[in-house]
């Protein structure tokens, strides 16, 4: 990968998977652990899905989308992400993009309290920690 100045760092962002793709999307990667009801694969445009990068059922299923379980679920996932194995996963996410923007795709209905808006921070960090 080309070394980047903070300025020069590649756009990450998220969208719903209920909403059409964006002309400068990028590289589009689904970030649920469960495919989005109702949308077929031709519709979201992905070119990665992350299913390994999504958390673990038993945290999804424990956090419920509960508001005050947020914070607790956000330091469980973030620690879960920290694992070797994961940054390694998440590194080559990186690399596959490539120099294009990323667009991590999630099917949340609650647009600030989802998975993909934790993933997108430290994906963020690690692209900063390694570039």
């Given at each position: 990968?080309?070394?980047r100045t903070a300025v020069q760092l590649r756009a990450i962002r998220i969208r719903r998977a209920y909403d059409e793709p964006g002309a400068d999307d990028?590289?589009?990667v689904l970030v649920d652990r469960y495919w989005p009801r109702g949308r077929r694969r031709e519709s979201l445009k992905l070119d990665e899905w992350a299913r390994?990068?999504?958390p673990e059922p038993d945290l999804i299923k424990w956090f419920g989308h509960m508001p005050e379980r947020w914070d607790e679920f956000r330091q469980r996932y973030l620690l879960w992400l920290d694992?070797?194995?994961q940054m390694k996963r998440m590194s080559e996410l990186l690399e596959s993009a490539g120099d294009k923007a990323i667009t991590l795709v999630?099917?949340?209905r609650d647009e600030t309290?989802?998975?993909a808006v934790i993933f997108?921070?430290?994906l963020q960090a690690l692209q900063r920690a390694i570039e």
């Open positions: 990968m080309t070394r990028g590289y589009r390994e990068l999504a694992a070797p194995g999630y099917g949340a309290q989802n998975q997108r921070d430290a």
